[in-house]
């Protein structure tokens, strides 16, 4: 029952590729396939081939042979199978069919032949089983690294606080101080320059990483907005009356001064708000921004059903100058007829209705500019989706309490639609009053104890094509099961049931049309299951 | 043997066309490049695989390819790690092996499964316990691993770790480890590998584990449920008392819904127990699986199963002959042929009647659809019911009447065997005579073929033996003739026009296919004559004047002169024996000159210019011989004619009856061991490491044979006839060979001794191989101390039966003086083609159709000083290691000439085949010719250059 090799031959015996699985010498197993040429016959209706000590079963591959050579004892049947296994493998790795594109992806095919013969024992595997095997795309992997990226920003942050920490006390300390800067700067530049340089790279650094990264992405993006924040008003400071004595925090400063100085262009400090707020969003920057949001109240029932499922989106426009604001809008809906849009008392409907162009009716009055109090500017759409629908619902949650002796096992897993990647996802479960944090017997992501509110959380970061179910199972003392009840969860997602995009921006007085930049999230704003 | 040469893992065919230099790969390797990087390790490893070691490219891969996240690097780098040389010379692991242990253990802590899968399966080829030991805790580790893929490999490694040589040190508790794990694993792959650890290395636990879940083991996986099947076998063997437990296990894993379980059931209840029950749901098992099996390996790897039950347990195999009969339901030859060899060595005198009626059935069965392989088959029926019926001679009556009716077949090779087997019956069914003959003569006139219709007239003149029977067998000779004479002076005029146009056709034809010499029957050499080879193809240009010509008028107008003395001959005979039966004179001289009428104008037809070739000197002897006979009979020719013909004929039944049975009984007798034969104590055989159990296991037997490491000892006095001197006794270096032929490979064990007084440094043997020869590996340095000695081991790859020379020479610098190398050339070592030539036989059928197809032909001329024919060919078959496939009835006798046909077959399975022709000159020498053929030119020439170096004989 053992699988000596599996290899693959030319037609003419020339051994491509042949990975063995029990210890043979090399002479030995050459030889065995520099013989196998010469026993295939030709005409014949079977495909395998016995010698005094070994069996070769074999199939032919347009000019090739796979072939499996095990000892004469071997099942038959289960060769059979394996073969067709590797036959099947094979075309999946090697486009062409022939030596040179068997010799081209020789070590793929050794990896697939590893993951179905296992020390020459079969593995139940299929040809998808395979190729996942061997693609090796792991979750595990991703979550650890995401992990690990974070655990850096975090130790990055926390250094950037403690420096512009010291930064700030050091110019409380040296604000009295009076005495000419300019000209120590216009000396003593040059070599400042050289020596921060790596200072100033780390820095900026951690700035781009930040934002390519969800989740902490916004505590990281306004802590560096804070210190970069922070500048020009200290680079300000200077003049005002800064000794000749040069602090060391000042030094970074100092150092992107005189970069700027030089034109060089420091990305950070285009962010022209200092926005110290800890808003979900970061500060716009775009002349134009709209910001599509869709808030989600969902109840789910505990067995099944949806009691509730309500969605309600906003359009909002934030117009940064005056002379971008005589502007229309030109958006694009997904076209789902359950969702009822209404549009703002001033807008033209009957331009919306026939164009999908929102304008005011008054086309000779700007849009609101500047910073309105509200984070996320003039609100010129609304609309809202109700169903009853369980496919419609983009995260389930099913939580399985079941009491055995003194201790409740709760199994809790979700099931999230293919309608989006849900991000940040929380299911926050309350538990009973417990002196220690339940015991996780199995978790896919993360979990923390909430002791003062006795709740639970769990936490993925990203709920994508590769997680699309999950689980959770953890033990507390026996308890009644309504006591879990309601679960509540967060997310967020990036893209919404309306799939409202904007397509453009029509300047209504000519010229060209403002750049201008789209958000589009949809986040929870009650989402339980009771 | 002990095995000193190390496995090898992989192999990747490296073309040598576009050699990678060392320092590219390291340059590539040193890169950010990802894509690069790995195409050099790639490279790396191929060149590693073709022993070109490159030292300085281990720590360049330590510094720059072990840090790389990417997943595929890392994969390859393990492969390097598997091939790469981990320990010296000394077998002491090099120290810097101690650098990817650190590697290693990190990739079994990976947050990615995969690679923690992957760096387990790797241990698991590991063989060094100094690199294993430091990762033990995280393979340990890896058993309660989330997920499956790692937790199956894990327990794999653990599996390994424990049987290296000192695992059970290392991993003392690994069996209850694994034992624990197993009874809270629920993957079934996991499942499996953990019980195959159980199985191999603590046994009485996995039997524990057995028989505490044996309500259950219906619903385990495949694997699972195979393993166990091994675990019992295994058991069983060691233990035969506990069979009984384990019966009840394999009776219910007999309905596993998977086949390949069944089908190992089925060979586990075979080698459990031979009682009729076992055996009977064994073959049982065996016979469903033959029917619900529809791939052919499937259905001839079964059969071969029940084979080797037919020839255990045959009184339970015969009441499976129905059963097995089903089989031949497949379109496919072999399986047909192989469940008919099966059946007919089953059948007895109560099951004869149901087998035969089956394949009657399946006879009519062959005639409704005309497909090719039809006759094929056909064929075979009628050789099997040919089979039965002489067995069992009852049986004759109920199928020779089914079976004459394919006389007439298109098949000719069919039709042939269907005359032969009713010529046997009539001869040994006296009952049948009668029916038989009279349903010949109404068929005949359907024969179409020469060579049956040759044997139907011989019958025919044998066994007409009434009055009514003789005279409607002349009649009906006549009528298939047609009207006389065979051609007009018109048509001589006409056909000969006619001939003028078509004769080129023929002729062309001809000699495109019938130059070629052949072998004939009887051994001897002969070029075939058109006219048998024209025969079969429809006349061309003569047609009968009536519409209704005869089979034999057309088969002896297109030329068939054979056939034409043939039917001489049976009218002789038939008139002959008319007169003993027809009391009117003037009815018998009516019939003597009508026969006399037909043998002159085939003579003349022979002598006229109409038919392209004129009749020859045999037919034409044998005519003329006729139609002496009949213008003057006599007692005494009476008598040959009319009895010594059948004489000969019953004697050559018997004899071939005789030959059966002799090679039956020789057959049995091999299967026994002669009562002082040596008894092999396989624990007293020189393997080292294996348990007493292994070694009576045969399907470790098995599994050892196909791995290489378990070779038959040869006989140890020849041993030192392969000791080759390579270098003079007068060199500084004297070096010897020992020759050693495996199966593909040659081993040389070079003894070098150093004869000075110095030190002898870079000592190098360097070989060169000549003909389908490939050395293995490179040759390595030594250092050799004065007068002192050194074993030095070669391989050399065998790819054909091509005579090879090994060619070599030592080269080394004396110590005081590095700089001079001195060569010595060694002597040449030449393979012999008969390690790789064993005698084989097949039938002369298959003889014949190899040495027409065959392109190779090597003629020897006969120079020998052996005086005796017979002695000659025993010579010549002791000398090449062939079989004389000429029956030795046929050499007896004492005639001045042989022919012998001999037939070998080579271990790659190329046929070789020589004809012998000797005829002893007036001066008692013997002269002749030795002609060998073959597909490839190789053993054409050197079984040709063995034959003329031994020819000679005498020393």
Known sequence: MVVLAASVVSKSGKVLVSRQFVDMSRIRIEGLLAAFPKLVGTGKQHTYVETENVRYVYQPIEALYLLLVTNKQSNILEDLDTLRTLSKLVPEYSMSLDEEGICKTAFELIFAFDEVIALGHKENVTVAQVKQYCEMESHEEKLHKLVMQSKIN?????????????????????????????????????RIDSSFNDLSISSTGSGFGSGSNFGLSTEVDSFSTKSKGRAPSAATAPPKGLGMQLGKSQRTNQFLESLKAEGEVILEDVQPKAGQSRSAAPPPTDPVTLTVEEKLNVTLKRDGGVGNFDVQGTLSLQILNQEDAHIQVQIETGGNPSILFKTHPNMNKELFSNENILGLKDPNRPFPTGQTGDASGVGLLKWRMQSTDEAMVPLTINCWPSVSGSETYVSIEYEASAMFDLRNVVVS??????REAPGVRQIDGEWRYDSRNSILEWSILLIDNSNRSGSMEFVVPAADSSIFFPISVRFSATNTFSDLKVVNILPLRGGTPPKFSQRTQLVTENYQVV | MERTEKSCTLLVHFDKGTPALANEIKEA?????????????????????????????????????????????QKLLLLYLEIIEKTDSKGKVLPEMILICQNLRNNLQHPNEFIRGVTLRFLCRLNETEIVEPL?????????????????????????????????????????????????EQDPSSKRNAFLMLFTCAQDRAVNYLFTHIDRINDWGEQLQMVVLELIRKVCRANKGEKGKYIKIIISLLNAPSTAVVYECAGTLVSLSSAPTAIRAAANTYCQLLLSQSDNNVKLIVLDRLNELRALHREIMIEMVMDVLRALSSPNPDIRRKTLDIVLDLITPRNVDEVVLTLKKEVVKTQGSEHEKNGEYRQMLVQAIHTCAIKFPEVASTVVHLLMDFLGDTNVASAIDVVVFVREIIETNPKLRVSIITRLLD???????SRVCSCALWIIGEYCLSLSEVESGIATIKQCLGDLPFFTATEEGEG??????????????????????????????????????????????????????GNLRSLILSGDFFLGAVVACTLTKLVLRLEEVQPSKVEVNKATTQALLIMVSMLQLGQSSAIPHPIDNDSHDRIVLCIRLLCNTGDEVRKIWLQSCRESFVKMLADKQLRETEEKKAEAQISNAQPDDLIDFYHLKSRKGMSQLELEDEVQDDL????????????????????????????????????????????????????????????CLELATMGDLKLVERPQNYTLAPESSKQIKANIKVSSTETGVIFGNIVYEASSNVLDRTVIVLNDIHIDIMDYISPASCADVAFRTMWAEFEWENKVAVNTIIQDEKEFLNHIMKSTNMKCLTPTSALEGDCGFLAANLYAKSIFGEDALVNLSVEKQADGKLSGYIRIRSKTQGIALSLGDKITLKQKGGA
């Not at chain 2, 005949?444 to 073929?449: K, L, V």
């Not at chain 2, 130059?515 to 024209?534: C, F, H, I, K, M």
Request: aromatic share 6%.
């Open chain 2, 704 to 763: 050892k044979r196909a791995t290489g490491e378990f070779t038959k000892d040869g006989d140890d006095a020849f041993k030192l006839n392969r000791v080759l001197q390579l270098t003079g006794f007068s060199d500084p270096v004297y070096a010897e060979a020992y020759v050693t032929v495996h199966h593909y490979d040659i081993v040389l064990d070079v003894t070098v001794i150093n004869r000075t007084k110095e030190t002898l440094q870079n000592l």
């Open chain 2, 443 to 449: 068929t005949f006139y359907q024969i179409r073929a």
């Open chain 2, 29 to 73: 390797l040193e890169g950010n490049d990802i894509e690069v990087k790995i195409e050099a390790l790639k490279k790396a490893i191929m060149l590693l695989l073709n022993n070109e070691t490159i030292p300085q490219l281990f720590i360049t891969i330590i510094r720059y390819v072990l840090p790389s996240e990417d997943h595929t690097i």
């Open chain 2, 136 to 184: 033990l805790p995280s393979i340990l580790t890896n058993l309660e691993h989330r997920h499956p893929f790692v937790r199956r490999n894990a327990v794999l490694a653990v599996m390994s770790v424990y049987r290296l040589p000192q695992g059970e040190q290392l991993l003392d508790n690994a069996p209850e480890i694994v034992e624990k794990f197993l009874s809270t």
């Open chain 2, 496 to 549: 000969q026009e006619s001939s003028k146009t078509s004769n080129p056709v023929t002729v062309s034809s001809t000699t495109v296919s019938s130059r070629r010499p052949v072998v004939l029957a009887d051994g001897t050499y002969a070029t075939q004559s058109a006219a048998l080879e024209t025969a079969m193809s429809p006349p061309t240009f003569v047609q009968g004047s009536l519409a209704s010509i």
């Open chain 1, 429 to 434: 479960v309350p538990l009973p009053a417990l």
């Open chain 1, 154 to 190: 975090e130790t990055k942050d926390v250094m950037k606080r403690k420096a512009s920490e010291i930064d700030k006390s050091k110019i409380e300390k040296n604000r009295g101080d009076k005495g000419g800067f300019m000209s120590l700067q216009s000396m003593g530049s040059g």
